[in-house]
């Protein structure tokens, strides 16, 4: 907790607005998707997707892969307390809509492909019904490697009708390996919060990017070695942008743009 207020501190200091950034594509993306303050219909459906979860006090026995929790001692856990303190926050769940809804393909443009969405981790889906929910025609793909958490993210999944979502329990590495051919419009890193997982996961998925392609990595403070695998993903030669809202990484690999990194408040 001590090494996450400090890394907070220097986050602060070193973070800027978009009044600071002279990226065209960073502003825009900031003033037209990050501070997009306009009440969405679809926050509503996020909302109670949300607070079905908070009233489930029923026990799963959960299996982690990761890199543990620092919250739960035991595997046997309540959903709704999953929900509260595991899950994405409210205001992280809206603003995964819009990035996903913002950077959807052109649907006029018949050199993008439809959109495709990676998911590694996810829990009780709350990130995943944001995905959904951003585009309804996506196809997305999200990894779980608990059955019994997966079991009530699909419960989830049909009872708000996100129809557009295929679940995968699996070890993350061996479902990774097969991914050479396919590619991803927008991949979310959340599971595994371990440097060696990480740069694992980044090392296998490069195969699979497109010039327009967005990588979300969850939890880039979590500790020092997250810290450090955060760097060295900012220094691969393919990447070409990148920002941090210190609760997430974003990685950009737009060939036309210059080498950046930004620091940014949410």
């Known amino acids: 907790m001590l090494f996450q207020i400090k890394s907070y501190l220097q986050f602060l200091w070193h973070s ?12 825009t993306l900031l003033t037209k998707c990050f501070y997009d303050k306009k009440s969405k219909p679809e926050y509503t459906v996020l909302r109670n997707y949300r607070k079905s979860l ?20 035991s595997n ?25 809804n913002y950077l959807q393909p052109d649907p006029n443009d018949s050199e993008q492909a439809k ?13 995943t019904s944001a995905f959904s929910l951003g585009n309804l025609k996506a196809k997305i793909t999200t990894l779980e490697g608990c059955p019994n958490t997966m079991a ?26 097969k991914l050479n051919t396919e590619h991803f419009s927008l991949i979310y890193f ?7 997982a990480t740069l694992q996961y980044f090392e296998l998925l490069l195969p699979t990017i497109t010039n327009e392609t967005v990588w979300i990595f969850d939890d880039i403070h979590w500790s020092p070695e997250m810290e450090e695998a955060w760097e060295i993903i900012k220094k691969h030669p393919k990447v070409t942008v990148t920002i941090d809202t210190f609760q ?19």
Not at 156 to 168: A, K, V, Y
């Open 16 to 27: 800027k607005n978009e009044h600071a950034v002279h990226s065209p594509f960073v502003f």
């Open 54 to 73: 908070l009233e489930n006090n029923n026990t799963i026995e959960v299996t982690d892969f990761g890199a543990g929790s620092k919250v739960f001692r």
């Open 76 to 100: 046997t856990r309540v959903i709704s307390k999953i929900a509260k303190t595991a899950g994405i926050s409210p205001k992280r769940a809206e603003l995964l809509f819009r990035i996903t």
């Open 115 to 127: 959109q495709s969405i990676l998911e590694i981790g996810t829990s009780l889906g709350l990130a």
């Open 152 to 177: 009530i993210a699909k419960s989830q999944f049909r009872q708000f009708g996100l129809n557009n979502i295929n679940s995968e329990v699996t070890e993350f590495n061996a479902y990774l390996s």
């Open 190 to 196: 959340d599971g595994n919060h371990s440097k060696k």
């Open 248 to 266: 997430w990484g974003l990685v950009f690999f737009r060939r036309e743009q210059p080498k950046e990194h930004f620091v940014i408040r949410i």
